[in-house]
């Protein structure tokens, strides 16, 4: 059964929205637009919120992410750190185009598990 939630943020000429649904034990964040200093908190309080509250399976989707700054790289990076530390696992998956040659610039994809498609990180949370 999948649920659907969506939380839009918005401060002055940049937005993030983060559509929030459930797929099975997998909670999945959909993000769209960018994620940079004016909202990354926004998205690091979420994925704090569903951290402590005991969600063991948190894939964030990036397929319709535009760009990703420093801020939002730092919160993905912390939130997974503090999903280890609660015995969770937060995956990201859909990364294209830009989003994906910035986290291969930054040597971050050995950070993350990461998957091409939602559908693949679904069938290895199974």
């Known amino acids: 059964m999948s649920t659907q939630a969506s939380l839009e943020v918005r401060m002055s000429s940049t937005a993030l929205e983060i559509a929030e649904s459930r797929t099975g034990p997998v909670c999945v964040l959909a993000l769209s637009g960018r994620v940079d ?3 990354s908190g926004d998205l690091m309080i979420r994925l704090n919120e569903l951290i402590s509250t005991g969600e063991k399976h948190i894939l964030v989707d990036l397929g319709s992410v535009l760009y990703l700054t420093s ?3 730092r919160v993905l990076l912390l939130a997974t750190r503090d999903a280890e ?4 696992c937060l995956v990201l998956c859909s990364m294209t185009g830009q989003v994906r040659e910035l986290f291969e610039i930054g040597g971050l994809l050995d950070a993350f598990t990461v998957h091409p498609s939602r559908a693949d990180a679904l ?3 199974g």
């Open 37 to 39: 200093s004016s909202n």
């Open 71 to 73: 801020a939002g790289f």
């Open 85 to 88: 530390r609660n015995a969770a």
């Open 123 to 125: 069938a290895k949370f």
